[in-house]
């Protein structure tokens, strides 16, 4: 299954399934207003297209059966959501729809950050996953990764926390 590289064309794909894979995980730990209120800020139109235009970030598409199946976002340098150095990438985002789960997608979106981490010769790749998203810690710690800190996620005005979970390349 090729990753497709996202381009500025591909911005309804990508609100699309940005807003669909979100909602889709974290809908039944939230209220709809917080739900609601994240995903006006995150994934609408204007903010994704900065996104998409930031040459420090990447979005890449898999494709399963003829559809856009899940997604990647990888930042590096002021890209990242967290100052961790130039020495660093970070996965922002990394869903896949359910109806997908446990084809592989995930580790190979993984993978593709991986490989783009040692492109750009990076020494380590990080991500913030919510401390209650167990599945999603399992999967990254037997990827080898490790919790190295922790920071606050905002979902509307509900303060939540996000692991920071690094790996060292």
């Not at 420090?56 to 856009?68: I, L, M, P």
């Not at 997604?71 to 590096?76: A, M, P, T």
Request: glycine share 6%; charged share 30%; proline share 4%.
């Amino acid at each position: 299954m090729p990753l497709i590289k996202c381009t500025p064309e591909h911005l309804p794909e990508l609100q699309a399934i940005s807003r669909e894979t979100f909602t889709e995980t974290f809908k039944e730990q939230n209220s709809p207003e917080h739900m609601n209120a994240y995903l006006e800020k995150a994934y609408n139109q204007e903010q994704l297209a900065l996104e998409l235009a930031n040459p420090e970030s990447r979005f890449y598409f898999v494709h399963s059966d003829d559809e856009v199946a899940g997604y990647l976002k990888i930042n590096v340098g002021e890209a990242q959501s967290e100052d961790m150095g130039a020495d660093s990438l970070e996965v922002e985002r990394i869903y896949v729809k359910k109806k997908f789960h446990k084809k592989g997608l995930g580790k190979l979106l993984l993978e593709k950050a991986f490989d783009v981490a040692a492109e750009l010769e990076k020494k380590k790749v990080w991500l913030g996953v919510w401390e209650h998203n167990e599945n999603a810690i399992a999967f990254y710690k037997k990827k080898g990764f490790v919790q190295t800190g922790a920071h606050p996620f905002y979902m509307g005005d509900d303060k939540q926390i996000d692991l920071i979970m690094t790996k060292t390349m």
